[in-house]
């Protein structure tokens, strides 16, 4: 079992296996029934925020390393564990934004990862470890240390909010003197 020091990404890769059908989706009303004894309902105030009792529980689900290390794309936007989450989430937020990506290197197999939006995070070494990451898509907070993803070896497409500064004008001059197709 991994752990993510963000429950935001912990949601993402959630999501992802449910999607990739590496663990069943959750059952939000069977959870209301047999955990909460009441029943789930559409109509109550508990579904236009983020059901603290839900989300307790999607976080304590194990996250297998094997089936982490099977995962080949985590997204970002308009995801079903958000909805699961906060019923009626509009996407308007922020509070599902990623803060870190620490935990990130149990996905070892990843050669895609967007968020568009939902980036908060600065630290991109977590991602150092991804060694088959070939297309990364990263906006929302402009990010000030482009560094770490030109250990990236098999990065190919790179779409990125950053600060505008030497530092960064070199790492993406050697992304793409690399190959890297940068938007």
Same mark, same amino acid.
Not at 70 to 88: A, D, M, P, S
């Given at each position: 079992?991994?752990?993510?020091?963000?429950?935001?990404?912990?949601?993402?890769? @959630?999501?992802?296996? #449910?999607?990739?059908?590496?663990?069943?989706?959750?059952?939000?009303? +069977?959870? &209301?029934?047999?955990? @909460?004894? $009441?029943? =789930?309902?559409? %109509?109550?105030? &508990?579904? &236009?925020?983020?059901?603290?009792?839900? @989300? !307790?529980?999607?976080?304590?689900?194990?996250?297998? !390393?094997?089936?982490? !290390? +099977?995962?080949? $794309?985590? #997204? =970002?936007?308009?995801?079903?564990?958000?909805?699961?989450? #906060?019923?009626?989430?509009?996407?308007?937020?922020? *509070?599902? &934004?990623?803060?870190?990506?620490?935990?990130?290197? %149990?996905?070892?197999?990843?050669?895609?990862?967007?968020?568009?939006?939902?980036?908060?995070?600065?630290?991109?070494?977590?991602?150092?470890?991804? %060694?088959?990451? %070939?297309?990364?898509? /990263?906006?929302? +907070?402009?990010?000030?240390?482009?560094?770490?993803?030109?250990?990236?070896?098999? /990065?190919?497409? @790179?779409?990125?909010?950053?600060?505008?500064?030497?530092?960064?004008? *070199?790492?993406? !001059?050697?992304?793409?003197?690399?190959?890297?197709?940068?938007?």
């Amino acid at each position: 079992m991994s752990k993510f020091s963000d429950p935001n990404l912990q949601l993402l890769v @959630l999501d992802q296996m #449910w999607t990739d059908k590496l663990l069943p989706k959750f059952d939000k009303e +069977k959870f &209301y029934k047999q955990k @909460l004894k $009441r029943e =789930y309902s559409r %109509a109550e105030d &508990y579904n &236009y925020e983020i059901d603290k009792k839900v @989300l !307790a529980a999607l976080l304590a689900i194990e996250l297998p !390393a094997t089936k982490l !290390a +099977k995962l080949n $794309r985590i #997204w =970002y936007g308009g995801n079903e564990v958000h909805q699961v989450v #906060w019923t009626n989430f509009d996407g308007q937020s922020e *509070k599902f &934004y990623v803060r870190s990506l620490d935990g990130i290197e %149990a996905c070892k197999n990843l050669e895609s990862i967007t968020f568009d939006p939902g980036v908060a995070f600065s630290d991109l070494s977590p991602l150092t470890s991804l %060694a088959k990451l %070939a297309d990364l898509t /990263l906006v929302g +907070k402009p990010l000030a240390n482009l560094q770490p993803l030109t250990e990236l070896p098999k /990065l190919k497409k @790179l779409r990125i909010a950053r600060k505008k500064g030497s530092k960064n004008d *070199k790492m993406i !001059a050697a992304l793409m003197e690399k190959g890297v197709k940068v938007d």
